[in-house]
T-cell receptor
């Protein structure tokens, strides 16, 4: 079946540093989504990308839809302690209706 | 707008019992998807309902079932519970109609523990 490879699996960084994570797939997706999940909560949608090559920002977060449509990247600039959590990428294609395929997540720890 | 709500938030059941979880989507959203989240398997898709019809189904046994009501609220049922069913069950809603985006908004989840 479809699989998303998300890396790195975990990151330990100092407050103020920039963070990069990415997701690759063997399949083409029409939509890439990035979520953040904190303990005891459901994933929260951060950014949605709809076109190959698209670059979208949400505050200190920037995500890109790869031109091959098989990958996506998320960058967080000037990290702060509240950025701690698990970041998931998800790919979607219309033929799958309400099913998104999720990566395994990147666990981010930020040291003050 | 109110977000996605799920009840109950926590549940402890015994092997062999059955359980029903409930999800109320964001107002105006007609698609409701269910996912199982475990440390070992990540987020796994269970099924999706749109306008009271199951539109897509993941690779889970028939013990897992769901339904959607005319007001878009959805329930999922797990019968004959097994220890391996212990997980966080997440519901996600989206507009979901033809030509619309599939941005999914998640509820807080129901933490099911099977003993």
């Amino acid at each position: 079946g479809q699989q998303l490879n998300q890396s790195p699996q975990s990151m330990f960084i100092q407050e103020g540093e920039d963070v990069s994570m990415n997701c690759t797939s063997s399949s083409i997706f029409n939509t890439w989504l990035w979520y953040k999940q904190e303990p005891g909560e459901g994933p929260v949608l951060l950014i949605a990308l709809y076109k190959a090559g698209e670059l979208t920002s949400n505050g200190r977060l920037t995500a890109q839809f790869g031109i091959t449509r098989k990958d996506s990247f998320l960058n967080i600039s000037a990290s702060i302690p509240s950025d701690v959590g698990i970041y998931f990428c998800a790919g979607h294609k219309p033929v799958n209706a309400g099913k998104s395929t999720f990566g395994d997540g990147t666990t981010l720890t930020v040291k003050p | 707008k109110a977000g996605v709500t799920q009840t109950p938030r926590y549940l402890i059941k015994t092997r062999g019992q059955q359980v029903t979880l409930s999800c109320s989507p964001i107002s105006g959203h007609r698609s409701v998807s269910w996912y199982q989240q475990t440390p070992g398997q990540g987020l796994q898709f269970l099924f999706e309902y749109f306008s009271e019809t199951q539109r897509n189904k993941g690779n889970f046994p028939g013990r897992f079932s769901g339904r959607q009501f005319s007001n878009s609220r959805s329930e999922m049922n797990v019968s004959t519970l097994e220890l391996g069913d212990s997980a966080l069950y997440l519901c996600a809603s989206s507009l979901g109609g033809p030509g619309l985006t599939y941005e999914q908004y998640f509820g807080p989840g129901t933490r099911l523990t099977v003993t």
